[in-house]
């Protein structure tokens, strides 16, 4: 089975992956469309990644029959598109979630602790001459209210790590969870009484643009905003605008409303906000886990059973 991964795969991951059975694997950087667009016409399946797959991806690709998104969300793909072809779309839930959870940790205590901006004063060789009034800046995450807005695989792995740190746990769902640790609040009520607030849910229609300039004015003053779900949920000019202003004390961001983040973007130049490229979900046991299960989907799909993790 032709197999395409579309993604800058690594010499060790490479490796791996020439090493699955069955599978006639092509490795595509995403920033190679020429070849992408001569590989196309005659693969049968796509390991996709990041970069957006469009109709007319699909359009070119007369002999695909899947599109297996290494990851969760599936908004990068014109499912549409592929629903008319009859192309099966298939994710990997779960596979990424203890990365991304570790990841969520991680950027909540850098942005509590502003280690982005104590990394490059050191660097600058400043670092041992910063301003006293910086003292009243540096929180710990311990006795703070952290509010998890979703609570699917991520936030089921991250509350209990906060709890056993000394965080109250508040969430908040389409309705309470009888498992999940914490307290259930509205939405809204969440904004307002977290220190934190950590993002966990999917880019819809319904959730693109959920943290708008008055959504992030009813934060608690000098709350902290963490997302490592869809840079799309939130509104990153009434973000760094209240970056700015100090009615929100600090930011820790993985995703963005456009990939890569524009050169000129506001964000850029705060020194309360820890950033990275999305890459949350990206360590070696993610990619353990979500290829085995891509790998059985194509074995799947040659022997005609039914594939895991169908969306469309």
Not at 83 to 102: D, H, K, W
Not at 144 to 161: F, H, M, N, S, W
Not at 277 to 288: E, I, N, Q
Not at 290 to 310: D, P, V
Request: glycine content about 8%; proline content about 7%.
């Amino acid at each position: 089975m032709k197999v395409l991964l579309h993604y800058d795969a690594g010499p060790g991951l490479a490796a791996r992956l020439a090493t699955l059975p069955g599978i006639d694997l092509t490795i595509c950087p995403e920033a190679d469309t020429a070849l992408y667009a001569r590989l196309l016409p005659e693969i049968e399946v796509i390991w996709h990644v990041l970069r957006p797959i469009t109709a007319a991806d699909i359009a070119a690709a007369p002999k695909l029959r899947l599109i297996q998104k290494i990851g969760v969300g599936v908004n990068t793909i014109d499912l549409e598109a592929a629903r008319a072809r009859g192309i099966a779309v298939c994710n990997l839930p779960g596979t990424n979630s203890r990365a991304v959870a570790e990841m969520t940790l991680l950027l909540m205590l850098g942005a509590l602790r502003r280690i982005a901006y104590f990394d490059t004063e050191t660097r600058a060789g400043r670092g041992w001459s910063q301003p006293p009034a910086l003292q009243d800046h540096l929180f710990e995450l311990a006795g703070r209210k952290v509010g998890l807005v979703g609570y699917g695989a991520v936030p089921k792995l991250l509350a209990p790590i906060l709890q056993a740190m000394g965080c109250k746990i508040l969430y908040t769902a389409h309705a309470p969870k009888p498992e999940a640790l914490g307290t259930f609040l509205p939405f809204e009520a969440l904004l307002a009484e977290a220190d934190v607030v950590s993002l966990h849910i999917p880019e819809t229609p319904d959730t693109r643009g959920l943290l708008n300039g008055a959504a992030i004015g009813r934060m608690k003053p000098g709350a902290v905003l963490v997302n490592t779900a869809r840079g799309g949920l939130v509104n990153q000019a009434a973000l760094a605008a209240a970056l700015r202003s100090g009615h929100l004390a600090a930011a820790g961001l993985d995703v963005f409303a456009a990939e890569p983040l524009n050169p000129a973007d506001p964000l850029l130049g705060l020194p309360n906000v820890v950033l990275a490229p999305h890459v949350a979900w990206l360590s070696t046991g993610t990619f353990a886990r979500s290829f085995s299960i891509a790998a059985e989907n194509c074995q799947r799909l040659a022997s005609g059973e039914a594939l895991l993790h169908r969306v469309a």
